[in-house]
Nanobody
Framework: QVQLVESGGGLVQAGDSLRLSCAAS????????MAWFRQSPGKEREFVAA????????YYADSVKGRFTISRDNAKNTVYLQMISLKPDDTAVYYC?????????????????WGQGTQVTVSS
């Protein structure tokens, strides 16, 4: 089982930037495809971005493309989500997720380990 701990959330204003981090343990990090999801009150958890095991391939939801960048540091067992030009609609709890090997195009149900989430609130 993979343990995931997110950090970096907070309260920001529209247009601001924020960087989330997710530290992983319990399995060789380079065997994991990593992703970020988010969930707003009353809504289903939705995909945000994913990065391949090597970091060479990424995939984004249309709603964040061009504003968010996912990356990873396999030496630090950490995945990041750099968010710029934040909007109030980006307000959500952001979750880190992992799947062994897998694909950046995987669905939510294919991710087997999840973090506890970190709150991001964007005020207008």
């Amino acid at each position: 089982q993979v343990q995931l701990v997110e950090s970096g959330g907070g309260l920001v204003q529209a247009g601001d930037s924020l960087r989330l981090s997710c530290a992983a343990s319990g399995r060789t990090f380079s065997t994991l495809t990593m992703a970020w999801f988010r969930q707003s009150p009353g809504k289903e958890r939705e995909f945000v971005a994913a990065v391949s095991r090597s970091g060479g391939s990424t995939y984004y939801a249309d709603s964040v493309k061009g504003r968010f960048t996912i990356s990873r540091d396999n030496a630090k067992n950490t995945v990041y989500l750099q968010m710029i030009s934040l909007k109030p609609d980006d307000t959500a709890v952001y979750y880190c997720a992992a799947q062994v090997f897998g694909s950046t195009r995987a669905t939510k149900g294919e991710y087997h380990d999840w973090g506890q989430g970190t709150q991001v609130t964007v005020s207008s």
